[in-house]
């Protein structure tokens, strides 16, 4: 069922910005120059391999815990691995995935490239780029959380939340931010994380798991009253929201 993106309407960028749609696939792109034609190839090659490794191994599509099928693919592979690292199901990182094999193979024509894939977000800029965690209108967080990253080497923004959107999660965090250089990994850990977040006193204990563990760049995570940040996150202030 189609969840209207309504959050894209806040971003502001001096970027070309694209939309590249396809099966359950809903991309929205920035890009130096408007690279449609060549997201909707990349779009289209990846979503070929993920659905042909699901018609050999039914399973992985369905497999809420962590699955290993030998696959060749990176793509499919990385996915593999995200679950066994997180504790989920292949697919529970599949818009990560898909946003940094498309983001990837667009850098060969632009420096700065940035793909949001239902709120997961991959980017690589020469700098610095903002973003924005929103977890609801009703979280005393309304106004969003606003933070900057070093997107020089390429990295990851994904999102959980067991309020708002269409994610599936089995906890009630309004909203878990994970950040990883890889897209498969921050995707697979915002959804493991927000998954043990059932109530405001989990906040602390899951962020403070994340800090022992080091897994993550970072990670923002909301419910209630409860914030808890921990990483290399540079807060900021603005007044448009942004990527």
Known sequence: MYTERFYRNWTTSHLKTFRVVLGESDLQIYAETNLRRQALRALADARKTLNEHIARNPFFERSLTPVFTGAASPLVKGMEEAGREWNTGPMASVAGAIAQEVGISLLQF??????????????????????????????PFAAGIRFSLNASEGVSVCTSSGKVGPSFSLGRADAVTAIHSSAARADAAA???????????DVTAVVEEVAAGRKLQGIIAVCGESLGIWGDIHLTESEEKNA
């Open 110 to 139: 632009s420096r700065t490239v940035i793909v949001e894939n239902g709120g997961d977000i991959w980017a690589s800029a020469p700098g610095h780029l903002d973003f924005l965690v929103y977890p609801g209108e009703r979280s």
């Open 191 to 201: 959804t493991s994380l927000a998954n043990r977040i059932h109530g405001e006193s």
